[in-house]
Structure formats: C-alpha cells, structure tokens
C-alpha cells in the first residue's frame, strides 16, 4: 500500500487509488467537473490540477495513481494560477446564462467559478452557440452552456448501457448529441440531469417552475417499484416540484429511474380529495359521516366469510395491518395483498425476498433471470447487473421473454419447460451455474403470475438447492417483486387465513355473488368487471379504477403525505415521511380505518402512529429494526405439481405507467407516446 504525502500529510492509501480520491479522504476537496467516482476517467477537465513534487508541471490528480513517496501539494501559487487558467478557458465560450439557468444554486461551474474565476474576460471574439438537441420528454437541452465534460456521454454507455450519446466534432466545433436526433430511449435517462455539472441538461417538466433555494425537501422513499429508492421530494407550499435521488449504496447507489424521478406530476391530477357515496348510479360528494354510515349500513349483519379485502401495490405497512385487524374483527379470513393474483408459498420468507440483496449482485458470478424483465420491472437492479457485467467474469442466462437487457445474456428458452430441464441437468448453462462459486436466480413475477405458480416456485427452490445457490454467507434465490407494498403484506401477514380466498377466489366468489362486501384499499390492478353485485369500498388517493367501480369512496394519502413504512423487495424496511399534507379531506390511510372500525363495533387498539408501529413489531420482528436486514432462514417452499408448457409472460406492457400516480401523469403520458407506442409502430405488435 503506497504512502505519500499532501500538503504535508502522511497518508496510506489501497493500491490504483487516485491523487484526487487520497486528497478526498483526508478531507481536502479538490475541484472537478468531468471526473465522477462511478464513471470512468477521461481527465479532460484539467480543473484538478495539482503540483506533484519533480514533475515539469501540474498534474491531473484524477488520472494519477498514488505511489510511493509521491510529495503533492493542492494550496500553493502554481496550483492556484493553473486552476484559474483553466476556468478562464471554460468561461471564455460560457454564456452569461446564470440569472435565467435553471441549474442556478445548483451549478458545479457556478460554484467553482466563486473560487477561481476572475471578475472580468480578456477574451473579445464572439461566443460559440451551439444548437439544441433533442433527447425526448424529459432532457431539457441547452447546448451553448455545454462544457465538453463528457458525463452524459460516459454515464448513457457505461451505467445505463445505452450508447446513444456521443461527441462530433473537434475542439469549439465538438457537439454533445445522439448524432440522428433521437430520444434517449432508457430508463435512467433522467441522471443526465444530476451528472450534468452545468445548465446543458436540465429537466424538462421542472424547467422554469422553481428555485432551487424556495423548496422545502424532505427524505423518504420512492412506492413507483419494490426497489425501495431513497428519494428527496421537494415542495413549495402543498405542491410537489420534484423528486431527486439521495445516496444509498446499499440501494439505489445515488441513481434513480425515470419513473419514479418524474411522475410526481401524477401526484396533482385526478386526485380523490372528499368521500363520495354512489346514490342512484352515481358517485354523489359526501361528508365522512354520511359514507361511514353508508358503510355501517350495508356491513352490519353480513357475515365474516361475505367480506373480502384486497390491498394494492402503492400502500404503507401501518394501513395493512389496520386494515388486517379491522377485516379480521370482522369474522372474515378472505384477504390478500397480491392484487396481481400470483400464488406462490410464503410459508418461508426466503422463499419470497431478495436474499442476495441488491448490493450482493455485485458479488455474483453468474445470474440466471426467470420470467423477468428487470430493465422495466426495477431499472436500480438492472442498472447494478449492468455494474457487475463491466466488472468482468458475469453470465447471465434469461428464462422468458428474450429481451436487450443492456448487457450479454444467453437465452435458453420462453418457459418452464426450459427451468425443468436446467434442474435435470439436461441443458448447457448448468454447466456455468456448476462452475460458478457465487450462483444467483431471480425469479420474477411473471413466472408466478400463473395458475401453476407454486409449481414454478417450487422448481425454483429445487434448481437453487441442486446448484449450490444457497451456501454459508450466500443464499442466491431471489424474488422480484414489482409492487412497493407486497413484500410488506407478506411479512406482517395480509394474506388469506384458515379456509379464507386470495385474490382470485375473492374475484371469482364477488362475481358468482358469494361475496356481498369488497374493501379495496389502494387497489386498482384487478379486473373490477368481477366485482359483480357486491357492495365496494375503495379507500385511495387516485380517481382510477377502483374508484370508478365504487360504492363508497374514502379519500387518503398519497406517498408523500403521510409518514409510513414500507418493505421493499430485500426485506429491508423502510421509512416514508409527509413531504406535503394530503388534499382537500382527504387523511391517513391507517387514521380513516380506524375511525371506521369504531362505526363498525371493531376498536382498534391504536390511538397514534406509534401504537400502529407497535402493532406491527409485533405481527413481525422485521418491523422493530428500520433501515436493517433480517436474513431469511432457508426452508421448504413451494408445492410440486403439473407445470403448464405456456411461456412465462411479461407483467408489464408500459413501464411508464403502472399504478395510479404514473397513469394521471402527463409526463408519462409523453413518455408512453415517445417510447412505448413509438416502438409498436415500428415493430407492428400492439398491447
């Protein structure tokens, strides 16, 4: 491990460390604009130039690898007149944009130019201006303000694996651009905006709307997938401005998809923002008094196993297990959190987590991917794959719908007919999952989306425990969830009980007129043609389906109002926090069962947000430890049976909308029109 100095101080630093990454850790910040520590190094910039004892001149500390007895300096005159010669380059074709750049108080170029630029230019020729590309409906692009620093470039090839962007050009005459002016067809296209270090990317939907310094921003968690992404959503009064990603690399890294990075514009329109009580066909304005009695009116006397509640996929922990305990006081045991109708066993909880973890794909060495397409259905977890692939030695092999992942795979087959012959040893990838000393599955939604779910669940523990997957310090079975609220369900036990129906027994008994009483909350993936006759409570934040087919509507929060917790697809709980307060009426999910309970005769035994969370430690010990991991122990799961030879489908035919908020949002709407329907036009198939 070489030694050397800086400024004076003795520091030992991990061999292909950089000057500039030795200055980091001892605290001494070092200018930069094209260097970043998740890309690669172009040292382009020259912004962090130092002075390295017996070289002819500064150094570029972010291309110079420590060694041993190097004597550098970052604070002396030579350092300082080179760093200024540098920015008065940057500056000399710089617009003098800053009082309208949307990137104001947030700019790199803004900031070091406080420290190094000069108060005047001696440069009389005219500026460059360059013209302004397209990059689709989310990358606002103002090209003239572009200093050549290639992170978007480096970021669209090496993290998002779409080598969309590149340079033309020479000198004051290179462009940044997509060469045919195309949009940037990936779901993490929206990080453009934070690696951009000036004002030539910018978000196109927020473009204009706000200062940077007039928002209120509050840390919590993104709902748009199971993935669980720390997020900071930022508001000016009751509005949502934007959400941006905040650090977790155990997580997200400090990347975040473009779903749920814009749309937060879904948060605003057709929100449900009073109860409503249908009287004559149709949904009349209520106070809460009246549709609590309208409630109380058709639930009282109909028996336990005449009521049915389903869950959706954008609800918090506390309201569940309220609404678990209120359904239950009840006498009914038909209640399911798996509004996507997937069966698969949860007898054992690493039968449905992502053991591995996100951060632990990064120590696989070969990954076999079953009825998924992690590119839509968690961008984060494809994005990490993608990491893992450049880090050399990784085969992945796809069970399903042959897809570009953004990385090599080997496709072996559309369905389970394939999983079987890998678990008899009859096809060529055993040999790479043999050979492997890190072997992970992951087994997506669409492989138990079917009738025969447990059947393929069970496959998959057998094709885990034949191949070594599950080893000390290493358990590589892994499910993928798509829904932010599933793995909460599951873990405090929102699932059917002793002789109750999941989700499509409860949709099959609704529509025969077996069940006379469906509370839906935040349910809106179900066939509500099924509902039959019955009498329906939707309880949520979005006019979307399910409020279409009620009876009674109760209006609650969206994810950034109101505080809760959420489970994402590691197991790893979560805290969500109130960003804005909830419109109109409208109030807490677990508050509005509560006070039902009591119109119904069922006190629930919580008066605060507390309580709640005691109840919940207590229906599951995951829930006493936040921002933490239990690890599953291994167990029997699934249950053997007749596998149908039908290929595994995929779950989701527009990634752009997915649940309520992503559907009302006009963004995803352009996004939906630019990419989804763009591509079926092309490729003449229709969904």
């Known amino acids: 491990m070489p030694k050397l100095t800086i400024d004076g101080i003795e520091v030992e630093v991990e061999p292909g460390t950089s000057v500039l990454q030795a200055c980091e850790q001892i605290g001494i910040e070092i200018p930069r604009f094209c260097y970043h520590e998740r890309l690669s190094v172009p040292a382009n910039c020259r912004m962090c130039l130092v002075e390295m004892e017996k070289a002819p001149k500064p150094v570029a500390s972010c291309a110079m690898p420590c060694g041993e007895g190097m004597v550098i300096k970052t604070n002396t005159d030579l350092v300082h007149k080179a760093r200024k010669g540098v920015m008065e380059f940057l500056l000399i074709n710089h617009p003098l944009d800053c009082p309208i750049c949307d990137q104001g108080g947030e700019c790199d170029l803004q900031d070091q130019a406080m420290g190094y630029g000069f108060d005047r230019s001696r440069f009389q020729e005219n500026k460059r201006a360059v013209k302004d590309k397209y990059l689709g409906p989310l990358i606002k692009t103002i090209m003239t303000r572009c200093i050549h620093c290639t992170r978007c470039i480096r970021f669209a090839d090496e993290i998002a694996g779409v080598p969309e962007l590149g340079a033309t050009g020479r000198g004051e005459h290179m462009e940044i651009g997509t060469y045919i002016e195309q949009a940037i067809s990936s779901e993490l296209s929206g990080n453009l905006i934070d690696v951009c270090p000036v004002g030539a990317l910018t978000s196109k939907p927020y473009a204009f709307t706000t200062r940077p310094w007039e928002l209120r921003k509050t840390e919590t968690i993104d709902v748009m997938d199971a993935v669980g992404s720390n997020i900071r959503v930022d508001t000016r009064g009751p509005e949502v401005m934007r959400v941006i990603p905040r650090l977790n690399e155990d997580v997200n890294e400090e ?9 937060y514009d879904g948060l605003k329109r057709q929100r449900l923002d009073r109860p409503y009580v249908r009287k004559d066909g149709k949904l009349q304005p209520a106070t809460w008094a009246e549709a609590f009695a309208a409630i109380a009116a058709k639930v009282k006397g109909v028996p336990g196993e005449r009521i049915a509640a389903l869950a959706g996929d954008l609800v918090d922990a ?104 890998v678990v008899d040893g009859k096809h060529a990838f055993c040999d790479v999952l043999k050979d492997a000393k890190r072997p992970m599955l992951i087994l997506g939604s669409g492989a138990l989306r079917r009738a025969d779910g447990p059947a393929v669940h069970a496959l998959a523990r057998q094709l885990a425990e034949s191949f070594n997957l599950v080893q000390d310090g290493w358990n590589g079975f892994n499910v ?60 949520g934040h979005h006019g979307d389906r399910g409020a279409h087919r009620a009876d009674v509507i109760l209006p609650g929060a969206a994810y950034t109002e109101k505080n809760g917790l959420y489970v994402n697809t590691e197991g790893r709980v979560q805290m969500a926090r109130m960003a804005a307060f909830p419109l109109g009426e409208a109030r807490e999910d677990w508050k509005i069962i509560r006070a039902l309970g009591e119109q119904l005769g069922v006190k629930l035994p919580y008066d605060s947000l507390s309580h709640v969370r005691k109840r919940l430690a207590d229906a599951s010990p995951v829930f006493r430890s936040i921002e933490a991991l239990v690890a599953a122990e291994w167990g029997t799961f699934g249950r053997a049976g007749t596998i149908e030879n039908a290929p595994f489908e995929p779950i989701i035919e527009n990634y752009y909308m997915t649940d309520p908020i992503s559907r009302a949002s006009a963004t995803m709407a352009k996004c939906t029109e630019t990419f989804v329907l763009a591509a079926r036009e092309r490729t003449g198939t229709h969904g």
């Open 480 to 539: 993928l969830h798509t829904a932010a609220a599933r793995v909460g369900g599951l873990e405090l036990g929102f699932l059917p009980g002793q002789g109750g129906k999941a989700t499509a027994e409860i949709l099959s008994a609704t529509s025969a007129g077996q069940i006379d009483v469906v509370y839906l909350l935040g349910a809106d993936e179900i066939d509500t043609a099924s509902l039959g006759k019955a009498f329906v409570i939707y309880q």
């Open 318 to 421: 506390e309201s569940m297990v309220a609404l678990k305990d209120l359904v239950e006081g009840l006498g009914s045991r038909n209640l399911d959190c798996r509004q996507d109708g997937a069966v698969f066993d949860t007898s054992a909880r690493a039968g449905y987590l992502f053991n591995t973890t996100i951060a632990g794909i990064e120590q696989a060495d070969a990954i076999l991917l079953i009825g998924t397409n992690p590119r839509w259905e968690a961008a984060i977890v494809n994005a990490r794959i993608r990491k893992r692939y450049l880090m050399g030695g990784l085969k992945v092999g796809v069970i399903g719908q042959q897809l570009d992942l953004t990385y090599p795979t080997t496709y072996l087959g559309a369905g389970p007919q394939t999983l079987q012959d």
């Open 255 to 263: 990347w975040l998809a473009d779903k749920s990075r814009f749309s």
